[in-house]
Nanobody, 121 residues
Framework: QVQLVESGGGLVQAGGSLRLSCAAS????????MGWYRQAPGKQRELVAT???????NYADSVKGRFAISRDNAKNTVYLQMNSLKPEDTAVYYC???????????????WGQGTLVTVSS
């Protein structure tokens, strides 16, 4: 059994900052890439940022220069530092991990339950 648990969402004013955390736990053998996605009301889920086990990062154009993704491999945790937040960043943010469990040989995607970020203007 694998769980991804997000924390750190909330309400913030435009221009403010938030830091999201996501900890993976359970019968984990190895984690490949981890990332953050978001889904705004009435829109499709979209990629925000990803980070490989070797710490290579990738960002959506809309968050480049404002958001920073990082991870702690020893803690199986990924973070998203969000600065200069805008109302259009309002969404439910989901953690994602491509990982292999102890019981399997294949890597597959796992998702957290989501954490709401609301940016007021």
């Amino acid at each position: 059994q694998v769980q991804l648990v997000e924390s750190g969402g909330g309400l913030v004013q435009a221009g403010g900052s938030l830091r999201l955390s996501c900890a993976a736990s359970g019968s984990i053998f190895s984690i490949n890439a981890m990332g953050w996605y978001r889904q705004a009301p009435g829109k499709q889920r979209e990629l925000v940022a990803t980070i490989t086990s070797g710490f290579s990062t990738n960002y959506a154009d809309s968050v480049k220069g404002r958001f920073a993704i990082s991870r702690d491999n020893a803690k199986n945790t990924v973070y998203l530092q969000m600065n200069s937040l805008k109302p259009e960043d309002t969404a439910v943010y989901y953690c994602n991990a491509n990982l292999r469990t102890i019981a399997t040989y294949n890597y597959r995607e796992f998702w957290g339950q989501g954490t709401l970020v609301t940016v007021s203007s």
